[in-house]
């Protein structure tokens, strides 16, 4: 069975910083692109960013480039978002997500973080 | 950047049927997925590839796409089917998009 399992988040102060996690079980995690995708209290999906099967490709939603940086451990099926200069519009739940063929195919159950002073 | 363009709300009566539309430009020539979420939930695929339905999706559910617009059409709708639905897309120049999400009562 496929799990992705998120943790680290939680409540941050302005221009702090935190750094999201994500246990992938289930599938050959060395295999599949992976994705944040995120979701502001009561409002859309966002999507944040990608990386590639072997991490040498990474990509950014405009949002948050220069301020996150995604990464892989394929040895240890983990997945990471380090978020820094965190800003109040930051605020949401980030859900770990694989994809395949251009879809989201299995989600995480998120992440909540909460950035405020 | 691109857009996608969904309805913010359709509502329809027990055991009819549901049509959620996707507008962007030439999204024909695009891959759309469709994704369920239920309050408090993480997000479901429930069509991919315009109109491959995954394992455990029930028949009622079916997607299209031509043109300017994408369709995630519910058959037979139940109480069950209450939740958001969301269309994304791959774009060359926006990466993954999603539409604003349509959410979907059942009266």
């Known amino acids: 069975e496929v799990q992705l399992v998120e943790s680290g988040g939680g409540l941050v102060q302005p221009r702090g910083s935190l750094r999201l996690s994500c246990a992938a079980s289930?599938?050959?995690?060395?295999?599949?692109?992976m994705n944040w995708v995120r979701q502001a209290p009561g409002k859309g999906l966002e999507w944040v960013s990608y990386?590639?099967?072997?991490?040498?490709?990474?990509h950014y939603a405009d949002s948050v480039k220069g301020r996150f940086t995604i990464s892989r451990e394929n040895a240890k099926n983990s997945l990471y978002l380090q978020m820094n200069s965190l800003r109040a519009e930051d605020t949401a739940v980030y859900y770990c997500?694989?994809?395949?063929?251009?879809?989201?195919?299995?989600w995480g159950q998120g992440s909540l973080v909460t950035v405020s002073s | 950047s691109y857009v996608l363009t969904q309805p913010p709300s359709v509502s329809v009566a027990p055991g009819k049927t549901a049509k959620i539309t996707c507008g962007g430009d030439?999204?024909?020539?695009?891959?759309v997925h469709w994704y369920q979420q239920k309050p408090g939930q993480a997000p479901v695929v429930v069509i991919y590839?315009?109109?491959v339905r995954p394992s455990g999706i029930p028949e009622r559910f079916s997607g299209s796409n031509s043109g300017n617009t994408a369709t995630l059409t519910i058959s037979r709708i139940e109480a069950g089917d209450e939740a958001d639905y969301y269309c994304?897309?791959?774009?060359?120049?926006?990466?993954?998009?999603f539409g604003i999400g349509t959410k979907v009562t059942v009266l």
């Open positions: 997500v694989r994809e395949w063929s251009w879809s989201f195919d299995y």
């Open positions: 990386i590639s099967s072997s991490g040498s490709t990474l």
């Open positions: 289930g599938f050959t995690f060395s295999r599949y692109e």
């Open positions: 590839s315009d109109s």
């Open positions: 030439n999204i024909g020539s695009k891959s």
């Open positions: 994304q897309v791959w774009d060359r120049s926006s990466d993954h998009v």
